[in-house]
């Protein structure tokens, strides 16, 4: 599903983020833990997706001055729930699509489980 995500957007604009090359037994599981404390369906997992792709910042087409070549990646979605979660809440923000920073976590500053 990420692949084809990848591609899809590709097919419109340049894509920074990477596509990834396997679902190793640390992703499988990782994947499995977020579906289970996320509560993730299908739908879920297409709008999480959805909202990276959408965003300037976590998408990588705008990116920050302090992490000028991040994007977020499906590792960094699959680490943990907190994650997951706050690309959820971003996309619902009212600034999402401007890239808006202000008041916003980084990727330093990761829920670890």
Same mark, same amino acid.
């Given at each position: 599903?990420?692949?084809?995500?990848?591609?899809?957007?590709?097919?419109? /604009?340049?894509?920074?983020?990477?596509?990834?090359?396997?679902?190793?037994? /640390?992703?499988?599981?990782?994947?499995?833990?977020?579906?289970?404390?996320?509560?993730?369906?299908? !739908?879920?997992?297409?709008?999480?997706?959805?909202?990276?792709?959408?965003? !300037?910042?976590?998408?990588?087409?705008?990116?920050?001055?302090?992490?000028?070549?991040?994007?977020?990646?499906?590792?960094?979605?699959?680490?943990?729930?907190?994650?997951?979660?706050?690309?959820? /809440?971003?996309?619902?923000?009212? !600034?999402?699509?401007?890239?808006?920073?202000?008041?916003?976590?980084?990727?330093?500053?990761?829920?670890?489980?």
């Amino acid at each position: 599903m990420w692949n084809r995500a990848v591609d899809n957007m590709a097919a419109v /604009e340049e894509v920074k983020i990477p596509k990834i090359r396997g679902l190793t037994s /640390e992703r499988s599981k990782k994947c499995a833990a977020r579906i289970q404390d996320c509560l993730l369906t299908e !739908d879920a997992w297409k709008n999480v997706i959805n909202a990276v792709h959408a965003d !300037d910042w976590l998408s990588g087409r705008k990116p920050s001055a302090q992490y000028p070549n991040w994007c977020a990646t499906f590792d960094y979605l699959v680490k943990n729930a907190g994650n997951i979660m706050r690309v959820l /809440e971003r996309a619902r923000a009212p !600034d999402s699509a401007t890239g808006n920073r202000e008041g916003r976590s980084s990727p330093g500053d990761e829920v670890t489980r």
